[in-house]
């Protein structure tokens, strides 16, 4: 699902920042000489690296500008007062003018083609849903967007949704309760894909409303992982064969595939560690994974070639992966 290169890393400026919502900064960020940025597509996010943070932390923050706008990157943060730092880093020290590194972009969450489209989003789960909105709408297929949060002031972009008019049903919960996805998803409708991307609870009660609609329907977008993702087996010990550096290494149960080749001395991008955010993901040549991550989908994980290596382990003794 990715296209396996190490996503670039540069230097970037935050070039504008305003308050999108209640506890919602937005940041315009930019190359210090103007110049174009890597393209992306709707659902893309970029890795900030935070210096300093926690062992210098890396947070992914999904693109929610214009594709089009090839000078500018946009990104927008919820303060979490009960996170590890991340989004404090952003409110508190990215100011305008400040200086960034991020990595990317990378896409696990892609508008794949349909001939109707139903969006959720909770919350700032709309910061990947947005630029698919407008994808669509610019693409001339049908559409809606169910879009729900606290309260309507805690509910950013509202303005960048307001010219779609009845495609777009905002619903604060402190006015409509909980999203009626009953009304939404209780009968599947042919030709129709669902993205959603929001707080867990909302991710699990979308999963299991979607249950009964066609395999493939649903692409959902964590910011943190499933609880019940991937197996629930007891960890145990195996082998891992990286095929390129010529190296067979013992996986041991109280380490992951990740720290192991990490010890070994072979340099490999990684950011979340918890099997979220795809930049660890690795070819499997040989051997089944056990996977225990939360963004493969079921077919990717039925095919077995491809793993998410800081979380993911083995089925059996030994695997070959292409590192």
């Known amino acids: 699902m990715n296209d396996k290169l190490p996503p670039a890393q540069t230097t970037l400026t935050v070039a504008a920042r305003t308050l999108a919502a209640d506890d919602v900064v937005s940041l315009t960020l930019r190359r210090p000489d103007g110049g174009a940025l890597p393209t992306w597509t709707p ?79 909770g919350g700032v789960g709309i910061t990947p849903i947005l630029p698919m909105v407008e994808a669509a709408e610019a693409a001339g297929v049908d559409w809606r967007l169910l879009y729900g949060g606290r309260t309507r002031t805690s509910m950013a972009f509202l303005d960048r949704l307001a010219p779609h008019g009845d495609r777009v049903l905002v619903r604060p919960q402190d006015e409509y309760g909980l999203l009626d996805l009953a009304a939404h998803l209780g009968v599947p409708e042919e030709d129709t894909l669902v993205h959603a991307c929001g707080p867990e609870p909302l991710l699990r009660a979308v999963q299991e409303r979607c249950a009964n609609w066609p395999q493939g329907t649903l692409g959902v977008e964590r910011f ?98 292409d590192l």
């Not at 893309?44 to 214009?66: F, K, N, P």
């Not at 950011?271 to 996977?291: A, F, K, N, Y």
């Not at 990717?300 to 083995?314: F, N, P």
């Open 224 to 321: 943190a992982p499933a609880r019940t993702s991937g197996s629930t087996a007891p960890a145990e010990a195996f082998e891992v064969e990286l095929a390129r550096s010529g190296l067979t290494l013992t996986v041991h149960a109280d380490r992951s595939v990740l720290e192991t080749v990490e010890k070994a001395g072979i340099e490999i991008d990684f950011s979340c560690r918890e099997g979220t955010c795809g930049t660890c993901e690795t070819d499997v040549l040989d051997g089944r994974p056990d996977h225990r991550d939360s963004l493969l989908t079921e077919d990717e994980r039925a095919a077995g070639d491809t793993m998410l290596i800081c979380v993911s382990r083995s089925c059996g003794p030994r695997l070959v992966l």
């Open 43 to 121: 659902g893309a996010h970029i890795d900030v690296l935070m210096e300093g943070v926690d062992g210098d932390l890396v947070r992914q923050y999904s693109l929610c500008g214009d594709p089009a706008e090839r000078e500018a990157w946009q990104i927008a943060v919820l303060r979490e007062p009960q996170g590890r730092g991340g989004s404090a880093y952003v409110h508190d020290r990215l100011c305008e003018g400040a200086t960034v590194r991020v990595r990317g972009p990378r896409n696990n969450f892609p508008l794949r083609p349909a001939a109707r489209h139903l969006f959720i989003a």
